[in-house]
Protein backbone atom coordinates (compact mmCIF):
# COMPACT_ATOMS: atom_id res chain seq x y z
CA UNK A 1 0.00 0.00 0.00
CA UNK A 2 1.88 3.03 -0.95
CA UNK A 3 1.36 6.53 -1.71
CA UNK A 4 2.09 7.99 -5.15
CA UNK A 5 3.10 10.88 -4.54
CA UNK A 6 5.36 9.97 -1.48
CA UNK A 7 9.15 10.44 -1.42
CA UNK A 8 9.70 7.44 0.40
CA UNK A 9 7.28 5.12 -1.07
CA UNK A 10 9.22 5.99 -4.50
CA UNK A 11 12.53 4.88 -2.89
CA UNK A 12 11.49 1.72 -1.44
CA UNK A 13 10.02 0.87 -4.99
CA UNK A 14 13.34 1.83 -6.16
CA UNK A 15 11.91 4.69 -8.43
CA UNK A 16 14.54 7.33 -6.28
CA UNK A 17 17.83 5.88 -5.91
CA UNK A 18 19.25 6.07 -1.92
CA UNK A 19 22.14 4.59 -0.22
CA UNK A 20 20.43 1.89 1.79
CA UNK A 21 22.02 0.81 5.00
CA UNK A 22 18.90 -2.20 5.86
CA UNK A 23 15.94 -3.82 4.88
CA UNK A 24 14.84 -6.37 6.44
CA UNK A 25 10.97 -7.09 8.04
CA UNK A 26 9.41 -4.64 6.34
CA UNK A 27 11.04 -1.80 7.52
CA UNK A 28 14.08 0.07 4.98
CA UNK A 29 16.82 2.14 6.86
CA UNK A 30 18.65 5.15 4.70
CA UNK A 31 21.07 7.82 4.67
CA UNK A 32 20.03 10.94 4.60
CA UNK A 33 20.11 13.18 1.44
CA UNK A 34 20.99 16.25 3.43
CA UNK A 35 22.46 15.23 6.69
CA UNK A 36 22.76 17.60 9.98
CA UNK A 37 25.18 14.99 11.45
CA UNK A 38 27.95 13.32 10.38
CA UNK A 39 25.64 10.16 10.79
CA UNK A 40 22.26 10.85 9.95
CA UNK A 41 20.23 7.49 9.00
CA UNK A 42 15.99 7.59 8.03
CA UNK A 43 14.13 4.09 9.51
CA UNK A 44 10.71 3.79 7.65
CA UNK A 45 7.93 1.29 7.40
CA UNK A 46 7.56 -0.28 3.99
CA UNK A 47 3.85 0.31 4.77
CA UNK A 48 2.88 3.89 3.81
CA UNK A 49 1.71 5.32 6.99
CA UNK A 50 1.90 9.35 7.13
CA UNK A 51 3.34 9.77 10.85
CA UNK A 52 3.16 8.41 14.18
CA UNK A 53 0.00 9.77 15.21
CA UNK A 54 -2.01 8.21 12.70
CA UNK A 55 0.14 4.87 13.10
CA UNK A 56 -1.12 4.59 16.17
CA UNK A 57 -4.64 5.00 15.15
CA UNK A 58 -4.19 2.47 13.13
CA UNK A 59 -2.55 0.23 15.23
CA UNK A 60 0.46 -2.31 15.02
CA UNK A 61 2.65 -2.41 17.97
CA UNK A 62 4.78 -4.97 16.34
CA UNK A 63 5.88 -2.69 13.22
CA UNK A 64 6.21 0.06 15.89
CA UNK A 65 8.56 -2.32 17.78
CA UNK A 66 10.77 -3.29 15.02
CA UNK A 67 10.80 0.49 13.67
CA UNK A 68 12.27 1.28 16.73
CA UNK A 69 14.46 -1.70 17.42
CA UNK A 70 16.44 -1.31 14.36
CA UNK A 71 16.88 2.69 14.59
CA UNK A 72 18.40 1.71 18.06
CA UNK A 73 20.66 -0.87 16.43
CA UNK A 74 21.57 1.72 14.23
CA UNK A 75 22.43 4.52 16.73
CA UNK A 76 24.15 1.88 19.10
CA UNK A 77 26.96 1.79 16.64
CA UNK A 78 27.97 4.74 17.49
CA UNK A 79 30.40 5.11 21.02
CA UNK A 80 28.94 8.38 21.76
CA UNK A 81 25.40 7.76 21.78
CA UNK A 82 22.86 8.82 19.05
CA UNK A 83 19.73 10.48 18.95
CA UNK A 84 16.14 9.49 17.63
CA UNK A 85 13.65 11.66 16.17
CA UNK A 86 10.54 11.21 14.89
CA UNK A 87 9.10 14.78 13.36
CA UNK A 88 5.52 14.43 13.82
CA UNK A 89 3.26 17.35 11.54
CA UNK A 90 3.88 21.12 10.46
CA UNK A 91 4.71 22.68 13.87
CA UNK A 92 7.84 19.85 14.28
CA UNK A 93 9.31 20.70 10.81
CA UNK A 94 7.75 16.92 9.52
CA UNK A 95 8.63 17.78 5.55
CA UNK A 96 7.70 14.08 4.55
CA UNK A 97 4.68 12.62 5.35
CA UNK A 98 5.77 9.42 5.37
CA UNK A 99 6.34 8.13 8.99
CA UNK A 100 10.29 8.12 9.51
CA UNK A 101 12.72 8.12 12.78
CA UNK A 102 15.98 9.89 12.25
CA UNK A 103 18.86 8.30 13.85
CA UNK A 104 21.57 10.84 14.22
CA UNK A 105 24.92 10.50 15.99
CA UNK A 106 28.48 11.44 15.12
CA UNK A 107 28.55 14.72 17.24
CA UNK A 108 27.61 16.38 20.82
CA UNK A 109 23.58 17.41 20.01
CA UNK A 110 22.11 20.70 22.75
CA UNK A 111 18.71 20.10 24.33
CA UNK A 112 15.97 21.46 23.60
CA UNK A 113 16.11 21.48 19.93
CA UNK A 114 15.29 24.20 17.93
P1 LIG B 1 11.31 15.36 8.23
O1 LIG B 1 11.63 16.81 8.03
O2 LIG B 1 10.02 14.98 7.53
O3 LIG B 1 11.33 14.93 9.66
O4 LIG B 1 12.49 14.55 7.56
C1 LIG B 1 12.55 14.28 6.19
C2 LIG B 1 13.98 13.98 5.86
O5 LIG B 1 14.03 13.37 4.59
C3 LIG B 1 14.89 15.22 5.79
O6 LIG B 1 15.94 15.10 6.72
C4 LIG B 1 15.38 15.24 4.34
O7 LIG B 1 16.74 15.63 4.23
C5 LIG B 1 15.19 13.80 3.92
N1 LIG B 1 14.92 13.60 2.52
C6 LIG B 1 14.03 14.30 1.75
N2 LIG B 1 14.04 13.84 0.49
C7 LIG B 1 14.95 12.82 0.46
C8 LIG B 1 15.41 11.96 -0.58
O8 LIG B 1 14.96 12.01 -1.74
N3 LIG B 1 16.36 11.05 -0.25
C9 LIG B 1 16.87 10.95 1.02
N4 LIG B 1 17.81 10.02 1.23
N5 LIG B 1 16.45 11.75 2.03
C10 LIG B 1 15.51 12.68 1.74
ZN1 LIG C 1 5.06 6.69 1.60
Known amino acids: ?5 CIFCKIIA ?3 P ?3 VHRDNGIM ?10 VHLLVFPERHVANIAEHTFRGSADEIA ?3 EIAAELG ?10 VN ?9 DHL ?7 RHMSWPPG
Open 1 to 5: MSSTN
Open 14 to 16: GEI
Open 18 to 20: AKI
Open 29 to 38: AIEDVNPQAP
Open 66 to 68: CLM
Open 76 to 85: AKNAGGFRLV
Open 88 to 96: TGADSGQTV
Open 100 to 106: HVHVLAG
